[in-house]
């Protein structure tokens, strides 16, 4: 058998185990309600729009992703090795790095259906919060003249700014995903496999140098003022630039493509070399 | 020997200061059901898990089918099924699922899952998660999933584990089965030597990381003589001879008119000239050999019962 033939197949069991199991059913849920919560509970200030609803119920979703990427991705191998079935399955004529293509795969369909439930759900919420069209202000009748409408920006560049929000945000959530899915190859217990994980995780996130266009920047992107970005980056070094910058899009992919393919080298690098005992 | 499915050569294991293997051959003939038995820490899990892939060597290697698993994993292991320890699979799947998974990886159809599952009695509680299974089911999940496809060679670590009396009559069956019909080779280790003495020809016993017999069974406790049955004329005075000429023989009577006499073969030429010095010519002989429980505690423990 070929090797993509190989990682097809082991993709396809991958598949469904993740189809039989409780774990991405339960994420989508909580995905799927966080995000809606957000949506219901968000008060909507004077100069916001339907879009503010939109991205900061957005935002929530894809924090539950992010987390639930995380846990999913620190248990892949580590969850494996500790219930016993690394051994079950290794022994079958498979390379180890077919294991962790064919799960890297399956984590990164994970994030892409995470993200879409989502964003489904954000986009409901802003269309039944006053609808996602332009972004307008009124202005008022003044001096005898008649009041106006102004459009500030059109609604096809509000949704363009949020797809290329989303799709930074995929590559964070994947890139997420396989940091988890690094950290796993290490340890052969789920607690220091998701301990360490989760210190990773954090001391990157705070540290603001990665994911510079994730969830949390999202949070940001149309909260206060339409079709702005802010990145945490920008904020902390170069002050607050407060308008769109195309070149975020291609820093956040950068970001992420960084993490994720070392992530994968890591996982390729210890796995394929270590002894299993569990 | 038949042409070898699993080869050992000089296999060492070292975990930082300690020498888990410290370098043995082994073979296993294609077609056979090999024991492989060993006292606790013997190196036993750890042979089965270099070949299984899960742990490398140190040095030596391991071939299956010629082919060196470390240089040519994929070929190598090929055919190879194996059951390492406590069967586990995904608890929050049925049966079946689990058996289907394991049928994707092992290139085998949705026909050899429903008829492994029927044969290891589990259809009724196929569609049961795996997580309410009691061991000895999932001792059986274990074998069937170890008999997906074509096996060459199924390596079973402790498959009696779990079961009941039936369970276990049942699965000897199994592979005798499996091994007569389908010509799969078995890899068995266990400590039930009793079960090894039913189900192999030959068997490998590891002692201290070292391989101290291998061979056929019957081969191996023809050599293992504890004493000896005989007949004679006159049983009581022959007795009462053999009692003084050889006392270390500890002999006694039977309520049948059978001495019976300890030694090994070494004594026996002695018992001989004993007995006919005294005028009572042997009529009948037979050896009595150790079990395979008596010659294993000897080969570990230096105490032959």
């Known amino acids: 058998m070929s090797g993509p033939a190989r990682v097809l197949r082991l993709i396809g069991v991958e598949t469904l185990k993740v189809l039989g199991g409780k774990s991405l059913r339960t994420g989508l849920v909580a995905v799927v309600a966080l995000t809606a919560f957000a949506a219901w509970n968000h008060e909507t200030a004077a100069e916001e729009t339907a879009w503010t609803v939109t991205a900061t119920a957005l935002s929530t979703g894809l924090w539950a992703a992010e987390i639930f990427l995380l846990v999913a991705g620190a248990t892949a191998i580590a969850g494996e090795t500790a219930q016993g079935t690394l051994k079950m399955i290794l022994p079958h004529a498979y390379r180890r790095g077919d294991w962790i293509v064919a799960k890297a795969t399956v984590l990164a369909a994970q994030a892409l259906v995470l993200l879409l439930a989502a964003l489904a759900v954000a986009l409901a919420a802003g269309a039944l919060s006053g609808g996602l069209g332009d972004v307008t202000r009124a202005i008022d009748a003044s001096f005898g003249g008649e009041g106006s409408v102004e459009r500030l920006h059109a609604g096809g560049a509000m949704a363009g700014h949020l797809a290329s929000s989303a799709t930074v945000a995929l590559a964070a959530l994947v890139a997420t995903a396989w940091l988890g899915l690094a950290v796993s190859c290490v340890f052969d217990g789920l607690v220091p496999a998701l301990s360490t994980a989760f210190l990773l995780f954090l001391g990157l996130k705070s540290a603001g140098t990665l994911f510079g266009a994730g969830p949390d920047v999202l949070s940001k992107i149309y909260a206060s003022y339409p079709a702005e970005m802010l990145s945490r980056l920008e904020k902390l070094g170069l002050a607050l630039n407060e308008r769109w910058k195309d070149e975020l899009f291609g820093r956040g992919l950068r970001l992420a493509a960084w993490v994720g393919a070392g992530s994968i080298a890591v996982s390729m690098l210890v796995f394929t070399r270590r002894d299993l005992q569990a | ?305």
């Open chain 2, 1 to 305: 020997m038949s042409d070898p499915v699993l080869e050992v050569r000089g296999l060492t294991k070292r975990y930082g200061a300690v020498e888990a293997l410290k370098g043995f051959d082994l073979t296993v003939g294609r077609g056979s059901i090999y024991g492989f038995i060993g006292p606790n820490g013997a190196g036993k899990t750890t042979t089965i898990r270099i070949v299984a892939g899960l742990v490398r060597p140190t040095s030596g290697e391991v071939r299956l089918h010629g082919v060196d698993l470390r240089r040519n994993r994929l070929a190598a292991a090929r055919g190879l099924r194996t059951l390492v320890e406590v069967p586990a699979f995904y608890p929050g799947l049925s049966g079946r699922q689990n058996l289907t998974i394991f049928a994707r990886l092992s290139g085998a159809d949705d026909a050899d899952v429903k008829r492994l599952l029927a044969r290891v009695r589990l259809e009724h509680a196929q569609d049961r998660r795996v997580g309410g299974y009691s061991l000895g089911m999932r001792q059986r999940l274990g074998i069937a999933q170890a008999l997906l496809g074509r096996p060459d060679l199924v390596v079973l670590d402790e498959p009696m584990n779990g079961l009941d009396p039936a369970g276990m009559h049942e699965m000897r069956e199994l592979i005798r089965e499996e091994n007569r019909e389908r010509g799969v080779t078995f890899f068995l280790s266990s400590h039930l030597l009793d079960d090894i003495q039913r189900l192999c020809d030959r068997i490998g016993i590891l002692h201290k990381g070292r391989l101290v017999a291998e061979g056929r069974i019957d081969d191996l406790l023809s050599s293992a003589v504890t004493g000896f049955r005989l007949r004679c004329e006159r049983p009581p005075d022959a007795l009462a001879a053999l009692a003084r000429a050889l006392p270390e023989a500890k002999a006694r009577l039977d309520g049948d008119g059978t001495i019976h006499a300890d030694g090994d073969t070494a004594v026996l030429p002695r018992l001989h000239h004993a007995l006919l010095a005294a005028g009572h010519p042997v009529v009948e002989l037979y050896p009595v050999r150790a079990s395979l429980e008596a010659y294993f505690l000897d080969l570990t423990e230096g105490v032959m019962g």
